[in-house]
Every structure is written in C-alpha cells, then in structure tokens.
C-alpha cells in the first residue's frame, strides 16, 4: 500500500499548464515538511519545490517564476502548479511528505512529458 499517490502528470506543449496533487491515503501522522521531486531519464532525483508546516515555499533556479508550491495542511495534501512548461521538464515527479519524527513518505511518481 503506498501512502502517497500522485495526480495530475500527463502531454503537455510547451508553454503549457499541468498542477500536480499529492494525497495521503491517512497513514501517515506529524506531517512537516512536503517536497516536490522529479527525476528525468539518466539523471539523478532533484528537488523541485518544497513547503514547511508553515507555508514558506523554496524553489529550485529552474522552476522560479514558473512553479507554485500549495499545501493544504486540513486535507494533508499538496499541489504543485507549473506553468510555462518547458521540454526539461520532462521527468517523473514525485511528492515527499517528511514527518516531525524523522520520517519520510514518497509517492510512486506521475509522469510529465512537455513535447510538440
């Protein structure tokens, strides 16, 4: 059973829009910090966005200006809309729950694909 599952990946244009949601399935307790990761095709994982308890967002150089990183801590869920997509940001992306006991949870991936 995964803890985390992911929403919202799929073909996108350049240029376009896509907004990633994450959900816990209620397993998961003392949530803090959520992350966005993503992982292109013979490259190591990154950190793409990341939110603490308290709503302050971090993003990579990469995604400034074009990413926006949303929690909703009464549902335990997590957004990340991205715009003004751009091929590299082809990747599979996956959200990270970090809990305040030294845990952490990660989805199973949702694929993005930004082509013509």
């Known amino acids: 059973q995964v803890p985390l599952v992911e929403s919202g990946g799929g073909l996108v244009q350049p240029g376009g829009s896509l907004r990633l949601s994450c959900a816990t399935d209620?397993?998961?307790?003392?949530?803090?910090?959520m992350g966005w990761y993503r992982q292109a095709p013979g490259k190591q994982r990154e950190l793409v966005a990341a939110i603490t308890s308290g709503g302050i967002t971090n993003y990579a150089d990469s995604v400034k200006g074009r990413f926006t990183m949303s929690r909703d801590n009464a549902k335990n869920t997590v957004h990340l809309q991205m715009n003004s997509l751009k091929p590299e940001d082809t990747a599979v992306y996956y959200c990270?729950?970090?809990?305040?006991?030294?845990?952490?949870?990660w989805g199973q991936g949702t694929q993005v694909t930004v082509s013509s």
């Open positions: 209620g397993t998961i307790f003392a949530i803090s910090n």
């Open positions: 990270n729950y970090g809990t305040r006991f030294g845990g952490s949870y």
